[in-house]
């Protein structure tokens, strides 16, 4: 696996574990200064807006399931993720853009979007 979109899985999955979503310090590692998300209730996040919406999560953290995984080059430092996340019941398409920031790489965009029950 190349090594960026493997730095991008593993951020990715870290972001939804409760210990980085309860970290104000690991929300900042993760999440780059130019971030924005577009939320599954179509709200247009910032990163200064979203992270203090993530630590006031209150709710039991449950397991989230990624299936239909894939990942794409978007440019020399850039890869775009994809995936079916189930959590809580519900499922939604997910996508991710991380960038490299040297021996890491950072979030600067996610979009979730709700699939309806069938």
Known sequence: MDP?????????????????????RLLDEHLAPDFSEIGQ???????????????DETAAASEATMSDREA???????VLL?????????????????????????CSFHQGTTIPPA
């Open 4 to 24: 960026l979109v493997a730095l991008a899985w593993r951020g990715e999955e870290a972001l939804l574990s409760p210990r980085v979503r309860s970290s104000s």
């Open 41 to 55: 209730s179509g709200r247009l996040w910032s990163r200064a807006e979203i992270i203090p919406a993530l630590l």
């Open 72 to 78: 794409r080059s978007t440019g020399p430092d850039t």
């Open 82 to 106: 994809t995936y079916r996340l189930q959590l809580d019941g519900r499922q939604s398409w997910r996508s991710s853009l991380w960038r490299r920031e040297g021996d890491t790489a950072q």
